[in-house]
């Protein structure tokens, strides 16, 4: 995080917060600077805002799929899956396994009956709106706990499908993406016409990049003779370990058990290439506004020798000099970074997707530009002012009084 950077710096900050308090003359002085040198100032302004607002634009990304996955889970439920599997598009269980399993006596249940869900997990293909290509989408078929095991799921247009007939419900979130899923409309798939009858939200998770359906009809689609995996809750969180240790040691199941949220922080690595590329290039960025402001500030202090040198006449010493254009910085970098901050508020909630390297699906999700990413980028954007008005500011703190002087004449 950003905030690490800052530890070292503390000692240095706290005196310049000291001096401040206890000099206010420069800082008055060199904020009058900024506003009579206007050109200078909106150019490495500018170039501080870009910076800034692609440092808060990559993190918005990496937020954005962490809330896709971290909201997917509940603590007390469990996932099962095939022993070695990583993914569900991995995994195999047989009938005769998921039946043990729903009968297990740690299952929670409803009014319903018991709260498990068996699944199976495909992916297909799907043109995206804009007919730039397509991509793999997946498709889940649930069985009836299954929806009612998912809180954040809701229905927000036409119907849930019914068992037995190809029916599909879709994310609404996906439908900006793809094109024909409307209700209504019919999609092709595995050799039959499915009907959207159905439109969900899923509040941001996983499951707003899965398309829905009955898990028999699936399968029969499929040709599937097993589950791809079984959704189980229990009656508290902490039973889901003793859970897992029972179905560990049952001879009959061989299974591999994971708590629900534990599995899908795994798959938070299928941003990992976009967080490795976007911090790449606000590295490059970053050492380029760093030279800007740095340049801004060399040449602020060529020009000012001679108020350098009446400062010094009467009366504030070196020190206070270094802090008042090392100030100086920080406001010229605060300003830009305050603006880049405010531009990237406009890719929040823009929808977006990348792949996930383990099911090779689509992940849907939406730049998430929170108060704190917001501020992160402000603490940026004063890290590069500190750092590039060091080294200016240093020198303009060494000038000789007779030197500065004589450059008035």
């Known amino acids: 995080m950003i905030w690490f950077c800052f530890i070292p710096l ?6 310049l917060l000291w001096a401040a308090l206890r000099y206010p003359v420069p800082l008055s002085y060199n904020a009058r600077s900024l506003w009579q040198r206007k050109v200078s100032t909106i150019c490495t302004g500018a170039a501080i805002a870009v910076v800034v607002g692609i440092f808060v634009v990559v993190l918005s990304l990496s937020q954005g799929i962490s809330k896709a996955f971290v909201h997917s889970g509940r603590a007390d439920q469990a996932l099962v899956l095939r022993p070695n599997a990583k993914t569900e598009l991995t995994s195999g269980i047989e009938r005769d396994r998921v039946r043990i399993l729903k009968a297990h006596p740690l299952v929670a249940q409803d009014a319903e009956g018991p709260l498990v869900s068996a699944e ?4 297909k293909m799907l043109e995206l709106a804009d007919g730039t290509g397509g991509a793999n989408v997946a498709v889940r078929g649930v069985e009836p706990a299954g929806i009612r095991m998912r809180d954040q799921v809701h229905l927000v247009k036409g119907r849930w499908f019914r068992s037995g007939l190809p029916e599909l419900v879709v994310p609404r979130r996906m439908q900006g993406r793809f094109g024909d899923l409307e ?9 039959m016409e499915w ?15 899965e398309i829905w359906t009955d898990t028999v009809e699936l399968m029969l689609a499929c040709r599937r003779d097993a589950y791809s995996s079984m959704l189980v809750r229990l ?21 591999d058990v994971l708590r629900e949220t534990e599995y899908y922080a795994r798959q938070t690595e299928a941003g990992a290439p976009i967080r490795i590329l976007g911090q790449l290039i606000t590295v490059i960025l970053t050492i380029g506004a760093i030279f800007a402001a ?27 000099i270094l802090a008042s254009f090392q100030w100086e910085s920080i406001l010229l970098c605060g300003l830009g970074g305050v603006l880049g901050v405010v531009s990237a508020l406009w890719f929040n909630g823009i929808q977006t997707g990348t792949v996930n390297f383990d099911t090779f699906s689509d992940v849907s999700f939406a730049f998430t530009i929170t108060p704190a990413l917001m501020l992160q980028g402000v603490a940026f954007s004063v890290l590069m002012g500190i750092l590039g008005g060091f080294f200016p500011a240093w020198r303009a703190s060494r000038i000789p009084i007779t030197e500065a002087m004589r450059s008035g004449v």
Do not use: H
Not at 183 to 191: C, D, E, Q, T, Y
């Open 120 to 123: 199976c997990y495909v992916v």
């Open 294 to 320: 740095m340049n801004t500030m060399y040449a602020a202090v060529s020009g000012r020798t001679s108020e350098i040198g009446t400062l010094r006449a009467i009366g504030y010493r070196r020190r206070e």
């Open 195 to 209: 009907e959207i009858v159905g439109v969900f939200d899923a509040e941001g998770s996983a499951f707003d990049s």
């Open 235 to 255: 009656a508290s969180p902490e039973k889901v370990d003793g859970f897992a240790q029972m179905v560990d040691s049952d001879k009959r199941l061989k299974l």
């Open 10 to 15: 503390i000692p240095y900050l706290a005196w």
């Open 183 to 191: 209700v209504g409309k019919r999609l092709p798939f595995a050799g």
